[in-house]
């Protein structure tokens, strides 16, 4: 019997995705930098405006505490972000794009909008938000 799970077809998605976007950018070229790690330089360019700290990151993504303070220490190292000590909470860190972040940043960009082509290519733009639409609804339930 055929697996019609919405699991699986969001495991299938994800999975075709990952491919899209690898096929997209070169590690090498890009700092060794990982998918997730260019979408958080890509997270915190959106959300410049505001002071964004590690919880941030890890709601955002949904990932735990173990797996943030990694990349973000691996990114620091980079020179892509710096941390520094909040003046409202001395135990948080306010994490801030470098030159070097901003540069992958604007390539992280291409990675987006190629994914976004591939995957819409399919798909009406009434579709494409109507799949939006239900996306959201279902990570906030989620969430």
Known sequence: MENTDLS??????SNHTDRISH????RKEL????LTSLFVLDFL???RDQRLCQRDIEDE???NRATASKMLRLMEEKQLIRRTVSD????????????KGLELQRKCGAIRQGTEKA???ALTPRE????KAICRKMLAHLE
């Open 8 to 13: 699986f077809y969001i495991h299938k998605l």
């Open 45 to 47: 360019y959106a959300h």
């Open 88 to 99: 409202e909470d001395k135990r948080s860190k306010t994490i801030e794009l470098l030159e």
């Open 23 to 26: 096929a997209i950018y070169n």
């Open 61 to 63: 993504f949904f990932i």
């Open 128 to 131: 494409i938000e109507q799949f």
């Open 119 to 121: 995957l819409g290519e």
């Open 31 to 34: 700092n060794e930098c990982s």
